[in-house]
């Protein structure tokens, strides 16, 4: 089946302790995202990815970390500099090539908690 | 900067009727793209309909449909015949054609269905 999968569903975190979120594509689409979604601030941009080897940071990237090594994988690492981490994160991916429009579509999303 | 702005944090249908959520938007790009998502309570973002900003002519989406003004940069869903499965919380969304395929969202509307 062709989609996006994220793992895992929950992470559990202890302050001071790094994390990677894992985000996967088989939709041959270009564009990677992520995105952080709290309570009543709608979906804010962490990073993004228009092709394998390049990313740039979105507008919360303080405390994150990003690497695209392969087309299909956009692995978000939430370090301990995050000071706020605890949210519901959604990655995206976008066919990233006009002049089709280019719509986002989601993964079912992780939930991190810092204990 | 581009912006998105929802300003009704919620909303409230009957069953049956006919509900508008509003979306306003601040550009100085002529051509771009504006996307209307839901989140139902799984928290999987879903696109509802998509508009071209050089189309005149307002998205249909089954019952979903859009009054696209783009003078007065406004973008509102309607949604007819509600049903309770249209109980989700919707994301306005703004993308321009300059070549980062950066998204920029609304804070949201949660429509809530009454049977």
């Known amino acids: 089946d062709g989609g996006i999968t994220q793992s895992p569903k929950y992470l559990f975190r202890k302050e001071g302790q790094n994390v990677t979120l894992s985000c996967e594509q088989n939709?041959?689409?270009?564009?990677m995202y992520w995105y952080r979604q709290d309570p009543g601030q709608g979906l804010r941009l962490i990073y993004y990815?228009?092709?394998?080897?390049?990313?740039q940071k979105g507008d919360i990237a303080e405390g994150y970390s990003v690497s695209r090594e392969k087309k299909e994988s956009f692995p978000l690492t939430v370090t301990s500099a995050q000071k706020n981490p605890t949210a519901f994160y959604l990655c995206?991916?976008?066919?990233?090539?006009?002049?089709?429009?280019?719509?986002?579509?989601f993964g079912p999303g992780t939930r991190l908690t810092v204990l | 900067a581009q912006t998105v702005t929802q300003s009704q944090p919620e909303m409230s249908v009957q069953e049956a009727e006919t509900v508008t959520l509003s979306c306003t938007y601040d550009?100085?790009?002529?051509?771009?793209?504006l996307f209307w998502y839901k989140q139902p309570p799984s928290r999987q973002m879903i696109l509802v309909i998509r508009?071209?900003?050089?189309?005149?002519q307002n998205a249909t989406e089954n019952r979903f449909s859009v009054n696209f003004q783009k003078a007065a940069k406004s973008f509102s869903l309607k949604i007819s015949d509600s049903q309770l499965g249209d109980a989700a919380m919707y994301f306005c969304?703004?993308?321009?054609?300059?070549?980062?395929?950066?998204?920029?969202f609304g804070t949201g509307t949660r429509l809530k269905v009454l049977a």
């Open positions: 969304a703004y993308r321009d054609t300059t070549g980062t395929y950066k998204y920029i």
């Open positions: 939709l041959n689409h270009d564009a």
């Open positions: 995206a991916t976008s066919l990233g090539r006009e002049p089709l429009i280019d719509t986002q579509y």
């Open positions: 990815s228009q092709i394998v080897n390049d990313f």
């Open positions: 508009q071209e900003a050089y189309k005149q």
């Open positions: 550009t100085s790009e002529s051509d771009y793209y």
